[in-house]
């Protein structure tokens, strides 16, 4: 006769908890996830994140909140992933029409496009100096590393002992113009590229929807003094308002595109984002193309050896092994218990 000792008892009543606790994560995410593609994956996020293996990528470590999710890849005349992850807690749904607004907005031969919904102020003045002013996207690195002594130092290098260290960095320069300008309920990005004889430019517009209208005439002048601040004069970049609309670029035409098409509302999302492969991809790869070709060493096309240019070679060799890739989009619909992705590819022949 065998008697269960406490200890059994417990590690059996554990054993048992862990196992219906399982099985409850997994129908929980099955049934989220709906009918299964033709390939499914699902996947226990607390468990995966104590592997040691799974926390070296770092992608995972920006998901703590959810606790399991699920995949589905849909094969056909298009390639369509589902995927839906469940959060450990569940939160409010947010209203997602603003985006579905802006979204019918999307000039048809856009190249590129990107939707949020309540982005902040900050990533809105953010992108609007990257985007329109052309500013860098970081901060300037400073070097903290202390000089050593070497035999026949270079001027400007490391060993250079005469470079004070111990000076403040000198204050980032401020820009007028963008703390009068907030995000509101949904920001938009539309790109495009545009080809001249020679060069390839990059025509941008940022739309911002706020939940009231604009002040127009402070707008606009916030816009002039950053300019002025900027370049040093005004009119380089067009600004439109109408009532909760501010549609900023610097090329026109985009602008009057985005504003034409106000009132073709689409669906809203927490996010969105769209690239048209077939239409960009050239434009792309003689952009780099010219912006690599100072930096290949004289002669090394003529046989000598070099490692690749990674932009105008080895990015563009991989675009042009997804030639039949038409497009490529993917939606986020975030409902407060789980968020929803959908990532479709469209093939050409």
Not at 6 to 14: N, P, S, T, V
Not at 43 to 57: K, M, Q
Not at 157 to 179: M, Q, Y
């Amino acid at each position: 006769m065998l008697i269960a000792t406490r200890e059994d008892l417990i590690a059996g009543a554990l054993t048992r908890a862990a196992s219906v606790a399982s099985e409850k994560w997994f129908a929980d995410t099955v049934t989220a996830a709906g009918s299964a593609g033709d390939v499914r994956m699902v996947y226990h996020l607390d468990r995966l994140r104590r592997d040691p293996h799974f926390r070296s990528y770092w992608v995972q470590g920006m998901i703590p909140e959810f606790s399991s999710g699920a995949a589905d890849l849909e094969l056909g005349g298009e390639v369509r992933e589902r995927r839906v992850l469940l959060r450990s807690s569940a939160g409010g749904a947010a209203d997602e029409s603003p985006t579905g607004a802006l979204l019918g907005a999307v000039p048809e031969d856009a190249g590129f496009y990107r939707v949020w919904l309540r982005p902040s102020a900050e990533a809105a003045r953010r992108l609007i100096e990257e985007k329109i002013f052309g500013a860098g996207s970081g901060a300037m690195v400073r070097g903290t590393a202390a000089p050593v002594v070497s035999e026949g130092g270079v001027a400007g290098s490391e060993a250079n002992l005469e470079t004070r260290i111990d000076e403040a960095a000198p204050p980032a320069e401020e820009h007028a113009g963008f703390r009068g300008v907030g995000a509101g309920e949904a920001m938009m990005e539309v790109e495009s590229t545009r080809a001249s004889d020679v060069f390839v430019g990059v025509d941008s517009a940022l739309v911002l929807l706020a939940a009231s209208n604009w002040d127009a005439a402070a707008v606009r002048s916030a816009f002039e003094d950053a300019e002025k601040s900027w370049w040093g004069a005004s009119g380089r970049i067009t600004v439109a308002v109408d009532g909760r609309w501010l549609v900023v670029g610097n090329s026109a035409g985009l602008v009057n595109s985005i504003l034409s098409r106000r009132g073709r509302n689409g669906t809203g999302v927490s996010y969105a984002a769209g690239w048209r492969h077939s239409r960009e991809f050239s434009g792309f790869e003689r952009m780099t193309r010219l912006i690599d070709f100072p930096q290949i060493p004289p002669g090394s096309d003529d046989g000598g050896a070099r490692e690749p240019m990674f932009f105008s070679e080895n990015l563009a060799s991989l675009g042009r092994a997804l030639s039949r890739l038409e497009s490529a989009e993917v939606v986020a619909h975030d409902s407060g218990s789980m968020l929803r992705e959908t990532v479709v590819y469209r093939m050409g022949r």
